[in-house]
């Protein structure tokens, strides 16, 4: 944006636009798994929708061959029984049993009432940040872990210490990152800035917890 800022739309079309992506058809209720690479996958799409306590209402798993440059249309997610308001969807794909990409839709059973996100159970994931910096570029990795609770609309961004003033641009592999219970998650991130290693401070700020500084190693 106008502050050399990174958006959340940016993750969600970059999400959509991926060449292997499993997606939820909120018109036919149906899980649909899109390819638009040039091969032919072999796939395992895995739906599980979830209370916002985090516990799981629903869950299926389901093998298919997806061809070049298709779209297959798979189950269908049932409304959740005895769920009144929010809850999530999260979709995965593994090909020969390794996880490919996953996607997380927030839904509800009232049309467009989406005021129970307020009422989510605080939840602090578990970070690890190491930061390497070679002349005035830094590059590192953060690791995010959730408990057993859902961990929602993580925003990492990166500050002057001394300043409180951001650091912009910076580049990250993903952002805006929401966990499921148990889920991990490693963002890569790099920028450039002539502060000393000292005054480099990395945040989160959750929808579910405080904001959470990063300690780095």
Not at 181 to 195: A, H
């Amino acid at each position: 944006d106008w502050f050399l800022d990174v958006n959340a739309s940016l993750y969600g079309t970059k999400k959509g636009c991926e060449p292997l992506h499993p997606q939820y058809n909120i018109v036919s209720k149906q899980v649909e798994l899109v390819n638009t690479a040039l091969g032919t996958h072999q796939i395992s799409v895995k739906a599980g929708l979830y209370k916002p306590d985090g516990s799981i209402i629903w869950e299926k798993e389901e093998a298919t061959t997806i061809h070049a440059n298709s779209v297959h249309r798979m189950f269908s997610i049932p409304p959740p029984e005895e769920h009144e308001g929010v809850y999530f969807l999260k979709l995965e794909l593994e090909e020969n049993g390794r996880p490919v990409t996953d996607n997380i839709y927030w839904l509800c059973t009232r049309p467009k009432d989406y005021r129970g996100l307020a009422d989510l159970p605080q939840a602090k994931p578990e970070v690890k940040t190491t930061l390497q910096r070679e002349g005035d570029l830094y590059t590192g990795t953060i690791s995010l872990a959730a408990d057993n609770h859902i961990s929602f609309f993580n925003r990492v961004k990166v500050f002057d210490k001394n300043s409180g003033k951001r650091i912009l641009p910076v580049h990250y592999s993903d952002n805006y990152i929401t966990l499921m219970p148990g889920d991990k998650k490693e963002i890569q991130v790099e920028f450039s800035s002539l502060l000393p290693w000292d005054r480099i401070e990395i945040v989160i700020d959750s929808w579910t917890s405080e904001r959470l500084t990063c300690p780095i190693q």
